[in-house]
């Protein structure tokens, strides 16, 4: 058994077959899944899992080089905006309209769902190398 990190076995899994450019969503529970991408679907009722604790959870275990977000997380949804670049630290952060984000989203390897509904509480993760 495994002394501590992400316990969930499909996320290390997916953690593990992740390389550098490799990207990762992390979305709301009602972002529209990508038809072909690997989804692991956290969902148990509204607000469990939060996004924010998946996000964070995720990033002490992968090497991110940048995230992108839609622009509209700042009228919508400020104080989460936050929170998240306290997360993922000082990196590269990408913005683009929301339309654009999920267009763009469409080819990652992986998605994790969370059952955050705050509105725009998505990040694509574009993974670094630890090398």
Do not use: W
Not at 25 to 48: E, F, K, M, Q, R
Not at 51 to 67: K, N, P, T, W
């Amino acid at each position: 058994m495994k002394k501590g990190g992400i316990l969930n076995p499909a996320i290390c899994s997916l953690l593990a077959e992740l390389g550098h450019m490799d990207e990762l969503l992390i979305v709301d529970a009602a972002y529209p899944l990508p038809p072909d991408s690997h989804v692991i679907d956290l969902t148990l009722v509204p607000g469990i899992p939060r996004f924010l604790d998946v996000l964070r959870a995720v990033a002490e275990e992968l090497v991110i080089e940048s995230i992108t977000i839609a622009s509209e997380i700042h009228e919508n949804s400020s104080r989460l905006y936050q929170e998240m670049l306290k997360i993922v630290g000082e990196i590269d952060v990408d913005e683009v309209p929301h339309h654009e984000f999920r267009e763009q989203s469409l080819g990652v390897k992986g998605v994790i769902r969370t059952a955050e509904f705050t509105p725009y509480a998505n990040v694509r993760i574009l993974c670094g190398s630890a090398f």
